[in-house]
């Protein structure tokens, strides 16, 4: 049942590291479950917010310390929004950054994580400044079912 009452918004923070990428998924599973989305939405939303929490990983902290910001609210009552933040290295062109196949990553990334949370999400904006970190938002509007049925 959708209710006013969960409409708070919920904070994590969690140590850039790649052990601790699953709490991000679990947590974005968890805050989407308030909107009874369908399996596949709930596994584009995981996907997308993963892509984002990897990304601060392995290229705003590459030297390994420093802390994922993680926020989660729902929106006119159908909508989840997750932004992901990290104070890390930032990035030069934003645009450049978020064409398919770039990447900065060499040979081990295919440049395909902005690409994927477009694809996933509703809305993917980004901004970022070089030396202070990163922001991504990414919204997706879960449709209502219809009483005790299938969407
Ligand atoms: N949080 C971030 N901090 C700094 N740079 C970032 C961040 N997120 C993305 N980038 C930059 O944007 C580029 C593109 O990101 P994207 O996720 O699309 O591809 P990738 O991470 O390189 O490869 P893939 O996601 O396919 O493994 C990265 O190579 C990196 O240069
Ligand atoms: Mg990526």
Redesign the pocket.
Known sequence: MRNKASEGRIKLELPASSINEGFARVFAAAFAARLDPTIEEMADIKTAVS??V???I???YPNGAGVIYISARIINGDTVEFVIR?K????LNVKQ??EPM????GE?????????MQSFMDKVSVT?HLGK??R?RLCKRISPRAAGGKK
């Open positions: 892509e984002a990897t990304n601060a392995v290229h705003a990290d890390g290295e930032g990035i950054a978020m770039y990447t900065t990553g081990d990334r295919s440049g395909m994580g902005f690409t994927i970022s970190g990163t991504v």
